[in-house]
């Protein structure tokens, strides 16, 4: 009798809601990916860092600051695989028109995902701002409460992302700081465990494949691929197109070049995240980036 094949087991990725991550979903419906690939939507980064530590996904999509405090807090022995995006714009602090400074935060309501990157960015925030935690009314909020928030004025002012950002610039909001101020320092990533990057190698690649075969389309065609995308993000074609502007997306070369050698530029900019960190005393303990990203996937799709 013939044995039946063990079927493949499921590689889950966790996501939220945010452009850099949209390929892989424009990668799903163009066929890029498998069905033994699951992308995995909740409704906040801090969602997906939870799903992550109790073992619901064995990857996620997270910002670089995320993954530097999740081995920081629990040593899950996760890596960097691969670079999403560069955020050039696309995160902001978004104000009511009222206040035309960072200064004028004194004593306002600013709402903030303070478990997650809006922790990191808040700390620069405040720090350009010649403020302290002490002197803004802070209210935690994640991201998928943001502008509900805001519109109904229990907020001065949010840090938040797209689609956010443009959904909130169309009220009237003011940006008052953006990831432009920060350059290099707000990096999505893709994270897969250590186990399953051993054992699921070839779904590794089978992700990171679509993710730059969509790239190339978007690249291609970017009035359809926005089309496709602006309908999950709830936002135009033309407002999805607007958002991804605030993005690098680097292509599999360019990936190489950030993350694999030990002339990699991401182990330079990323220590000094993880540094800057430290110094704002939001790592319980050190953390040396070098040893939490793997380019084996990334040389392997190379050859």
Known sequence: MACTPEPTPLLRVGTNLWPGYELLFLARDLGYLDDSIRLVEYASASQALRAYRSGMIEAACLTLDELVL????????????????????????LAVPALDRLADLKGRRLGVEDTALGAFVLARVLERAGLTRA??????????????????????????????????????????????QMPGEIVDVLVVGTEPLSRQTSQVRTILRGHFRALEYLRAQPEDAARRLARRQGVTAAEMLE?????????????????????????????????????????????????????????????
């Open 70 to 93: 999740l081995e920081s807090q629990s040593g899950t022995g996760a890596r960097l695989v691969s670079v999403f995006d560069v955020s050039q714009g696309a995160d902001a602090l």
């Open 135 to 180: 002197d803004i009314d802070l209210v935690p909020l994640e991201v998928n409460e943001h502008e509900r928030a805001f519109v109904e004025g229990r907020l001065d002012a949010v840090i938040t992302f797209e689609p956010v950002r443009t959904k909130l610039l169309a009220r009237g909001a003011r940006v008052l700081f953006d990831s432009t």
């Open 243 to 303: 958002s991804l502007r605030g993005l690098q997306f680097p292509d599999l070369k360019d990936n190489l070049a950030l993350v694999d050698g030990p002339s990699a530029t991401l182990l330079t900019s990323g220590q000094a995240l993880a540094s800057v960190m430290s110094e704002r005393r939001l790592l319980p303990r050190p953390v040396e980036v070098a040893a939490l990203i793997d380019a084996s996937p990334l040389r392997e799709l190379a050859r």
